[in-house]
Every structure is written in structure tokens, then in C-alpha cells.
């Protein structure tokens, strides 16, 4: 293992990366492991075949190439850009470490650079693994420029981090220190949500998007996707090229550079004094007089959850990003229920009844097990399976409204197809609200956004569940008797469950 000299900067970006993978996965060894086999896997079935068939065929940048690596470039750079302008809001505002280590023996330059860096890093380690099985066996069969893609992953991170920390700075000045930090995580879904919501936009054209494919197509003849032109430089650094190489890697270095020795000490200050007004202001006082428990206790505990939704930034910016997939969807199914396209309404009643489990999922394990005072209701007058069942309530409300106007046109254009989503959207929203009372593990609220101390357990069953009766919607949506049969995988997996858990679902009950 490498030891890095103390206050230098690699020790320094050593203890930045560990603390932010430290916090997005527990059981890093298992996470590993599997990481591990999905590699291989895709390794021998995808990457392998793949080299082979082009070992003896050059790869030259191509109009159709060009446009592919152009569209993958700005997917990527939405997606990561995403992440890295959370993870800045979160590592400058959140953390509060900043006026420890400003104040320490420690640069304040390096300790600005090194965070800045471990920002644009940790989010493309994901992206990187994802590309070795493809890239690594074709540069050992002989395409080895092909490496430079890695130096173009990490030269689109440092751009991504570079803008993320210019929006962040310019958010704190136009809304504030309170906002910033809400506003930034919202923003952050929707830059994560532009590329699907744009794939999704084609589909509401009146001719379905077959002029934009005209106009590419236009584009493509008149030499603006050619081998020398400038939107071909993507593309030709992807290949190896060395000028587009160096060029695209070279300016994203200087941006990088330049923006964080400018403003990286104001983004530090406006962090410091973010934390200061968050830590030292008194609670804020509404003036309006004080009602009581009006509706009963269900009623209250209801109320309470659904106002700890709304005021959570990291809760927001989680259950939103999957809104912004979902409402696309829905909008999809509708439309072709009206035109009359089986298989695409089947496809979209499966989508939207997994999109509604994981939203219940993920409002479930906030209501239930990301509680501040578990303590406290425990010792309250009110029974633990009626404070859990108003915590299920308020967790299901959200997706019953999100999913009641696309079950009830798919209802009016498509009758049987209809009563299967609304079929479907229930009994995954149940399997993944009792999925998280079986597996409840009470753990900070401001622990959501990374599911720190959840059960592996549960978010792996949930995630299956709600694919399972996702496949299931399909079938029973088409008319199809093997919707019987494939429902028989959701009710094993939950029957499964069943048994690992305690029986009086206690806040200690749930197993690893």
C-alpha cells in the first residue's frame, strides 16, 4: 500500500478520496467483489467478441462516428456535471471541515486544489470501469490509442467539476447561503435528467422527430461531422489522436486551473460563512400562532412526515431526479395508448410502475428509517405499527398523486392496460414500503442522499422487486397469461424477505 508523505498533496487527495467513497457505499469490500465480476463478465461476453471482430479492422472517425462520440460526450458531460455540482455543495457546505483545515499548519492553496480535484475525480471512477472491458481488450489486440479515452473521461471531470463549482459560487451570490445548498441539489437532478428529458422531447415533435434526423442528416452532407472538422475533435481524441488529444485534455487542465486559484478561495469563504450562519443562527420563528394536533395523531404523524420531505434538500434532489424520469414516461404511455402502439404502451406501463417503486422506496426508507428521534416515538403514547403505518401513509401520498393521472388516462384509452399499471404501481409501492418495515435500521435523516447504514438486504430486494413486477405490468398490460407466472418472482422475493426479518420489526430487527 502506498504511504504518501504527510501534508503533501497526494496524501491529501488520498484522505479527500476515501472519505467520499467511504460515504457513498458500505461493505467496500463487497462492493468491490462485485464490481470485480461485473467487469469480468462484460469482459468475456461484450469486450472480448468485440476486440476480436476488430482487431484487424482500422477505427477511423467516421460522419456516423463522430456524431455518436459528439452525443456521447454530452451525455456524459450532463451526467457528471450532475454529480460533481452535488458533491460541491455537499463537500464545501455540509461537511464544515473547511475552517479546521484552512486553519492548520496546511496551505490553504492545496487544501482548495486537492478537494476542487477529489471532486472532478471520485464521479468518473464509475464511468472509467465501465469503459476497460470495452477499450483494455482492444488496446492489447493492437488499438492501443485507443487509452486515451481514460485521459478523455478525466479531462471531461475536470471540466464538469470546473462549471459545477462556478455555479455553485454564482448560486451563493444571487440566493444565499440557506438556498444555495437546496437549490444546488435540485439543479443537480435536473442537469442529470437534461439528456433524458431532451431524448424524450423528440417524441412530442408532431412528425417524431424526423426532421431533427433530417437536419442531422443535412449536416452530416455538408461536412460539419467530417474527419477535420471541429465537432470531429471528440471523436479523434476518443481515437488517439494526439493534437485533439492534447488539445481537449490541455484546455480542461487550464480551465480547471485557472478557475480554482480564482475563485476557490471565495468559494471557501462563502462555505465557511454558510456553515457559520447555519450552526450559529437561532431558529427561525414563525409568527403565525401555534395550532394543535388537529386530525388526530395519524393525521399529525402524517403532516410531520410530508413537511420533513419538502424541507430536505438531499430528499428533494433524490425523489425528484426520479420524477423527471417518470413524468416523460407517462406522458409517452398516454400517446401511444391514444395512437394505438401495443408494444410501446407495454414497455411504459412496466417503466412507470418500476419508476413509482423506487420513488416508494425511497420515501419509505426516509419515513422510516431515516429518523433524528427514533428514541422519542418509541417513548411516545402511540403504538410503533401505527406511528409506522402514518410513516408508510406519508410515504405512499406522493406516489398515488404522481401516478393516479397516468393509470386514469391509460384507464380511458386503454381499459385492461390501465388496470394493470394501477395494479402494478400498487403492488410495488406495498413491496417496497414493507421491504423497508422489515429491514428498518434507524439512521440520521441527513444520511438519504449516500443510504449510509441501510440494509444491502433491502435496497438489493427492492431493487428487484420492483423490476420484477415492473416485467410483470408488462405482461398483464398485454393481455398476456404469463403474467401469472412471472408474478410468482416479486411474491418469492418478498416471501423471502418475510423471513429474515424480526417479527416485532423493531428499530434492531434487520439483519445485514
Known amino acids: 500500500m502506498l504511504r504518501f508523505p504527510p501534508a503533501s498533496m497526494p496524501w491529501l487527495l488520498t484522505h479527500e478520496l476515501k472519505l467520499l467513497f467511504s460515504s457513498t457505499a458500505k461493505g467496500t469490500k463487497i462492493v468491490l467483489l462485485v464490481g470485480l465480476c461485473f467487469v469480468l463478465m462484460v469482459t468475456a461476453t461484450a469486450g472480448v467478441p468485440l476486440a476480436l471482430y476488430l482487431e484487424t479492422r482500422p477505427l477511423a472517425p467516421t460522419p456516423l462516428f463522430i456524431l455518436i462520440a459528439d452525443g ?5 458531460f450532463t451526467l457528471i456535471l450532475s454529480q460533481t455540482l452535488s458533491m460541491a455543495t455537499q463537500a464545501f457546505f455540509d461537511r464544515g471541515d473547511l475552517d479546521l483545515l484552512l486553519s492548520s499548519p496546511l496551505r490553504p492553496s492545496h487544501v482548495l486544489f486537492v478537494r476542487c480535484l477529489a471532486i472532478a475525480l471520485s464521479p468518473i471512477v464509475l464511468y472509467l470501469v465501465l469503459l476497460t472491458p470495452f477499450v483494455l481488450p482492444l488496446a492489447l489486440l493492437g488499438h492501443w490509442p485507443l487509452l486515451a479515452a481514460y485521459g478523455v473521461m478525466v479531462a471531461l471531470g475536470l471540466t464538469s467539476a470546473t462549471v459545477g463549482l462556478l455555479l455553485a459560487t454564482a448560486l451563493f451570490s444571487l440566493i444565499g447561503p440557506r438556498r444555495t445548498k437546496t437549490v444546488g441539489q435540485i439543479l443537480a437532478a435536473f442537469v442529470g435528467a437534461m439528456a433524458f428529458l431532451a431524448s ?7 412528425d417524431h422527430g424526423r426532421s431533427l434526423a433530417v437536419k442531422l442528416h443535412g449536416l452530416v452532407a455538408m461536412g460539419y461531422f467530417g474527419p477535420h472538422a471541429a465537432l470531429s475533435w471528440p471523436a479523434r481524441a476518443v481515437l488517439g489522436d494526439p493534437v485533439p488529444f492534447l488539445g481537449f485534455f490541455t484546455c480542461s487542465a487550464l480551465f480547471f486551473f485557472g478557475v480554482v486559484n480564482s475563485v476557490g478561495a471565495r468559494f471557501a469563504v462563502d462555505a465557511s460563512i454558510s456553515f457559520g450562519v447555519t450552526s450559529a443562527s437561532s431558529p427561525r420563528r414563525d409568527a403565525s400562532p401555534v395550532r394543535g394536533f388537529l386530525g388526530g395523531v395519524r393525521r399529525s404523524l402524517v403532516r410531520k412526515e410530508l413537511r420533513l420531505i419538502a424541507r430536505d434538500p438531499a430528499l428533494l434532489s433524490q ?17 401511444n395508448a391514444r395512437l394505438g402502439n401495443e408494444m410501446t404502451v407495454v414497455g411504459s406501463a412496466g ?16 419515513t422510516i428509517s431515516a429518523e433524528d428521534a427514533p428514541d422519542l416515538l418509541l417513548s411516545a403514547p402511540v403504538s410503533p405499527m401505527r406511528v409506522r403505518a402514518a410513516k408508510l401513509l406519508a410515504a405512499f401520498m406522493p406516489v398515488v398523486a404522481l401516478s393516479a393521472w397516468p393509470v386514469a388516462g391509460l384507464v380511458w384509452f386503454r381499459p385492461w392496460a390501465g388496470v394493470a399499471s394501477g395494479l402494478g404501481v400498487t403492488a410495488a409501492s406495498l413491496s417496497a414500503g414493507l421491504i423497508n418495515l422489515w429491514y428498518e435500521k434507524p439512521q440520521p435523516r441527513k444520511n438519504f442522499r449516500r443510504r449510509i447504514g441501510g440494509s444491502l438486504v433491502a435496497t438489493l430486494g427492492d431493487l428487484f422487486v420492483g423490476i420484477s413486477w415492473a416485467v410483470t405490468t408488462g405482461f398483464a398490460a398485454s393481455g398476456s397469461l404469463w403474467a401469472l407466472t412471472v408474478a410468482v418472482l416479486p411474491l418469492g422475493v418478498m416471501g423471502a424477505l418475510s423471513v429474515g426479518r424480526r417479527r416485532d420489526f423493531g428499530p434492531d430487527s434487520a439483519p445485514d
Not at 456521447?72 to 456524459?76: F, M, Q, R, Y
Not at 424524450?200 to 408532431?206: D, I, R, S, W, Y
Open 200 to 206: 424524450q422531447a423528440v417524441n412530442f415533435l408532431p
Open 319 to 335: 425523489v425528484l431526479l426520479r420524477i423527471l424520469y417518470f413524468i416523460p414516461l407517462a406522458f409517452v404511455l398516454l400517446r
Open 72 to 76: 456521447a460526450v454530452v451525455v456524459l
Open 351 to 366: 417503466a412507470i410502475v418500476f419508476f413509482a417503486s423506487q420513488i416508494a422506496g425511497s420515501l419509505a426508507w426516509i
